[in-house]
Structure formats: structure tokens, C-alpha cells
């Protein structure tokens, strides 16, 4: 299911990118950006590629500066996807880092950003991060809900969540390709309890809202124009 594309344009990994610093939150070392005095907080879950991406954290930089507690925890442990490692292709290194694994660790972490005082959480996920973003929707464990790019997320997935969620999708992509988009709409439409928003953006591939290069100028407008879909859906649902 994961193909080439589902890795394609790694970013150049930086401890250090980012305004905010890195902490231990709920076991795990997390990237932390914006006050914590805020009541509201977003969980970014990274792709295959982890936390040190820095288009990653520059978005949680500007979901920081909206007014969000934002966090990006490394559901990795320091064990992010290496492309050039021969010896592990991407089906033998999610053996080691499947979703599930990913939702279970993301428990404690909601768990310890709501003893700081947090009243609403929304979790944003990017391919891998996606699926389990969609598990902790099914399982109310989040306000809102936004998928990227998302991978191995299903129809049946969709169908069991809880908390408004947006899907923002890629006209090139073939692990969430437009047709499946359409059906994750049609079953939202069919689900008026729960508030969706689905949009395949035009001329993009797999992985462009945060896998973008900065010297290109309509990839970045591209990602910016999601980021900011993005941050309108938290700003409604996550209060």
C-alpha cells in the first residue's frame, strides 16, 4: 500500500528547526511551540519522516502563533524512515511503527497536555499520522480532526468518526486518490452528526503540504493554502 510516493521529497531533518524546543510530554521527547497557558492545543502527527522535519515544525509555529498549544510528539523514538537504508525498506519499517502502536502513544500525550490545563484538543495528521489521527477521532479522544495526504486511512475509517473532521487531499495521489476522497465525502454528507469537510487540491501530489520545497513558489502556496484550511477548521471546532 505504500508506494513510492508515500516517500517521495524526504526533508532534510533538523533537531533544531523550529521556534519552539523539544520536551518530554506523555513518555515521549515532543516538539512544543506556543504559550501553555493556553486552553486550547494541536497535536501535529508527523508522516513516515518524524518530528524533526522542519516544514513541520514551522507550521506548528504557525498554529502557535494562532493561539493553539501546539504538539509534535516523535511517535519514532528517534527511529524516523531512512530512504537510503537498503536494508529497511518502508514495509519492514512499519512493522516497527504501525498506527496502531501510534494511537496507543498518543493517549498519554493528550492525557499530559490536558493536565496542563487544556480544555480542547484537535490533531492534525500528515500521511502515516493521518490513520492515527483517524483512530483517535473514532474514539472521541479529540475535538477535531484534520487529515493531510492521509495514508491507509479507510472508508469504514471515515464512517466511525466522531469529531468533526476535514480531509484535504491531493489530485495525485495514490495512496488516498481523488475517487476515495469522494467516497470519505459521500459518507460525511451521510452522517449529519458529525460536521466534514473534504478538498482535493488541483496540481499537487502525495505529501505536498508539508514535504513542499521553499524555493518553489506555487508549492509552497499550495501547502500555505491547506495550512491555512487547516488552522480555519481548529479555529472553529477547537474552543
Same mark, same amino acid.
Given at each position: 500500500?505504500?508506494?513510492?510516493?508515500?516517500?517521495?521529497?524526504?526533508?532534510?531533518?533538523?533537531?533544531?528547526?523550529?521556534?519552539?524546543?523539544?520536551?518530554?510530554?506523555?513518555?515521549?521527547?515532543?516538539?512544543?511551540?506556543?504559550?501553555?497557558?493556553?486552553?486550547?492545543?494541536?497535536?501535529?502527527?508527523?508522516?513516515?519522516?518524524?518530528?524533526?522535519?522542519?516544514?513541520?515544525?514551522?507550521?506548528?509555529?504557525?498554529?502557535? /502563533?494562532?493561539?493553539?498549544?501546539?504538539?509534535?510528539?516523535?511517535?519514532?523514538?528517534?527511529?524516523?524512515?531512512?530512504?537510503?537504508?537498503?536494508?529497511?525498506?518502508?514495509?519492514?519499517?512499519?512493522? +516497527?511503527?504501525?498506527?496502531?502502536?501510534?494511537?496507543?502513544?498518543?493517549?498519554?500525550?493528550?492525557?499530559?497536555?490536558?493536565?496542563?490545563?487544556?480544555?480542547?484538543?484537535?490533531?492534525?495528521?500528515?500521511?502515516?499520522?493521518?490513520?492515527?489521527?483517524?483512530?483517535?477521532?473514532?474514539?472521541?479522544?479529540?475535538?477535531?480532526?484534520?487529515?493531510?495526504?492521509?495514508?491507509?486511512?479507510?472508508?469504514?475509517?471515515?464512517?466511525?468518526?466522531?469529531?468533526?473532521?476535514?480531509?484535504?487531499?491531493?489530485?495525485? +495521489?495514490?495512496?488516498?486518490?481523488?475517487?476515495?476522497?469522494?467516497?470519505?465525502?459521500?459518507?460525511?454528507?451521510?452522517?449529519?452528526?458529525?460536521?466534514?469537510?473534504?478538498?482535493?487540491?488541483?496540481?499537487?501530489?502525495?505529501?505536498?503540504?508539508?514535504?513542499?520545497?521553499?524555493?518553489?513558489?506555487? /508549492?509552497?502556496?499550495?501547502?500555505?493554502?491547506?495550512?491555512?484550511?487547516?488552522?480555519?477548521?481548529?479555529?472553529?471546532?477547537?474552543?
Amino acid at each position: 500500500m505504500s508506494g513510492p510516493q508515500c516517500c517521495s521529497n524526504p526533508p532534510t531533518l533538523n533537531p533544531n528547526a523550529g521556534a519552539g524546543h523539544v520536551e518530554q510530554l506523555g513518555g515521549l521527547s515532543t516538539y512544543v511551540s506556543g504559550s501553555p497557558n493556553s486552553k486550547l492545543a494541536i497535536l501535529l502527527i508527523s508522516d513516515v519522516y518524524g518530528y524533526e522535519a522542519p516544514n513541520l515544525r514551522k507550521l506548528a509555529d504557525k498554529a502557535a /502563533a494562532a493561539g493553539f498549544y501546539v504538539v509534535v510528539p516523535d511517535f519514532f523514538n528517534g527511529d524516523p524512515y531512512v530512504p537510503d537504508d537498503a536494508n529497511r525498506p518502508i514495509q519492514v519499517w512499519l512493522k +516497527d511503527h504501525g498506527a496502531d502502536k501510534g494511537f496507543e502513544e498518543a493517549k498519554p500525550v493528550i492525557e499530559a497536555v490536558k493536565s496542563k490545563g487544556v480544555s480542547a484538543v484537535g490533531a492534525a495528521g500528515f500521511c502515516w499520522g493521518a490513520k492515527v489521527v483517524v483512530e483517535l477521532a473514532k474514539a472521541e479522544f479529540i475535538q477535531a480532526a484534520v487529515l493531510c495526504h492521509p495514508s491507509f486511512v479507510t472508508l469504514d475509517d471515515i464512517k466511525g468518526v466522531k469529531a468533526p473532521i476535514a480531509v484535504l487531499g491531493a489530485e495525485h +495521489d495514490h495512496l488516498s486518490p481523488p475517487t476515495l476522497l469522494k467516497q470519505f465525502e459521500e459518507a460525511l454528507a451521510a452522517k449529519p452528526e458529525v460536521d466534514g469537510f473534504v478538498k482535493i487540491f488541483p496540481k499537487v501530489a502525495h505529501g505536498w503540504t508539508v514535504r513542499y520545497s521553499v524555493e518553489d513558489v506555487a /508549492a509552497v502556496k499550495s501547502a500555505e493554502e491547506a495550512h491555512q484550511n487547516l488552522l480555519e477548521w481548529f479555529a472553529k471546532y477547537v474552543k
